[in-house]
């Protein structure tokens, strides 16, 4: 299906019934709703914020295939104007994205926790061998404390 709509209108009545489907199934509708009552410049621009609403939605628990057959084809739409809008699938990432997923969590969050390593074993060796002030330790602590959060950041 290429093109599943014939005008601006049946793409806006065709939102309309996938909110009333939304609402039937006790989900929430309402970024969608903020979408048609809202006046925008372009359509364009109208359907790339309609995109938008639909991820949101899309991020709910929906069990009914219908709605998120829907949800689909209103982003098959919206994607004729906006043609890299990524898919509305929970824990998808965009194409060009998965290669710096991969490297951060896989590469990235590694090294990351072998230099936090490195810093605290080598903190743990000054303090124990006492030839260290305890604010130069406190330093490595901290600086050893950003390579952690980092290797968290990084996997993240």
Do not use: C
Not at 36 to 58: C, I, S, Y
Not at 82 to 109: I, S
Request: a negative charge; hydrophobic letters at 45%; aromatic letters at 10%.
């Amino acid at each position: 299906m290429t093109n599943p709509f014939e005008s601006p209108d049946d793409v806006y009545r065709f939102v309309d019934k996938v909110i009333g489907q939304l609402k039937q199934a006790g989900l929430d509708a309402s970024p969608l709703e903020d979408i048609q009552h809202t006046a925008f410049t372009t359509g364009d621009e109208w359907l790339g914020e309609l995109g938008l609403a639909v991820w949101k939605v899309a991020g709910q628990d929906i069990r009914e295939e219908e709605i998120r057959k829907n949800l689909d084809r209103i982003l098959t739409e919206v994607r004729r104007a906006w043609p890299n809008f990524p898919p509305a699938r929970k824990n998808t990432v965009h194409p060009e994205l998965r290669v710096n997923l991969w490297l951060n969590r896989y590469v990235g969050m590694p090294l990351m926790a072998l230099i936090a390593l490195g810093i605290f074993r080598a903190v743990d060796a000054a303090a124990i061998r006492g030839d260290e002030d305890w604010p130069l330790l406190l330093l490595r602590s901290s600086i050893g404390a950003i390579f952690v959060w980092a290797a968290v950041y990084a996997w993240t």
